[in-house]
């Protein structure tokens, strides 16, 4: 049994007093029905640590590189010595805006797993790709270039999310069946990779316009575990009612 996960994506908001007054806002109301973090920006990640109480605070990006002269970037000891274990690797943002490619986010999520760190590596395919049927095979492209030479336990732990890009931010979410037809073939080419344990035991995600009204019915499909979830994340009030939403 997957136990499902539920991680708010705050992309570019939130200064340091506003992710802390966000901590607060949610102290005591999570439950252990799933597990719940928050991929909060570079600066805020120290005192996100410190305020976050029952849910884990991601990164939402780490070069690859321990130090060296890479101009704005922060690398895995920068993240651990404030207690970060999570990073969402290759967001559609990231691909799209800072030109991340399957190679660049396999290297980082290789790096990741050597360091106890685990990654959420985002797939999915843009509008064209939707219009012209070609999901599948992006998907599963995806899936291959950023898995590549992981081992069956490092892709146990880590978590995928699926992310149509043409849902993300836009208000126009994925139906229920088509999120779990793209989360099955996801499942499927871990399958094919990886075998049946790592295929069963990866938590795969959908992502794209989740909300307090509509988490529930991706939920119930079977090879969906949990939401990243980006503009409903950024309130304390919606965020709750998607964790209540997620109450069994
Ligand atoms: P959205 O973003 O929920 O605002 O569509 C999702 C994401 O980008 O992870």
Same mark, same amino acid.
């Given at each position: ?83 970060? =274990? ?8 990231? +691909? *799209? ?8 986010? %396999? ?25 012209? %049927? ?5 998907? +599963? ?9 992981? =081992? ?52 795969? *995600? ?41 109450? *069994?």
């Amino acid at each position: 049994m997957r136990k499902p996960i539920i991680v708010g994506n705050w992309k570019m908001n939130k200064t340091i007093s506003e992710a802390v007054s966000f901590f607060d806002g949610i102290k005591g109301k999570l439950h252990n029905d799933a597990d719940f973090g928050i991929g909060a920006p570079f600066l805020t990640l120290k005192d996100s640590v410190l305020t976050a109480d029952g849910l884990f605070v991601a990164a939402q990006n780490v070069h690859f590189e321990e130090s060296g002269a890479y101009t704005g970037e922060v690398s895995l000891p920068m993240l651990q010595e404030v207690g970060v =274990s999570w990073v969402i690797l290759g967001h559609s943002e990231r +691909r *799209q805006y800072f030109n991340e490619t399957d190679t660049d986010i %396999n290297k980082k999520a290789k790096k990741c797993l050597a360091a106890d760190v685990t990654p959420i590596i985002c797939v999915g395919e843009t509008l064209t790709q939707f219009e012209t %049927n070609e999901t599948e095979s992006v998907v +599963r492209t995806q899936v291959k270039g950023t898995l590549d030479g992981l =081992s069956v336990e490092d892709v146990k732990k880590l978590v995928i999310a699926y992310e149509p890009v043409w849902a993300i931010g836009t208000g126009k979410n994925a139906t229920k069946e088509i999120a779990q037809n793209t989360c099955a073939i996801v499942r499927d080419e871990v399958r094919v990779l990886f075998g049946e344990d790592a295929a069963e035991a990866v938590r795969i *995600q959908y992502g794209g316009s989740v909300k307090p009204d509509n988490i529930a019915e991706y939920m119930a499909e079977a090879d969906i575990d949990g939401a990243l979830i980006g503009g409903a994340s950024l309130k304390v009030d919606s965020f709750l009612a998607i964790v209540d939403a997620v109450k *069994q």
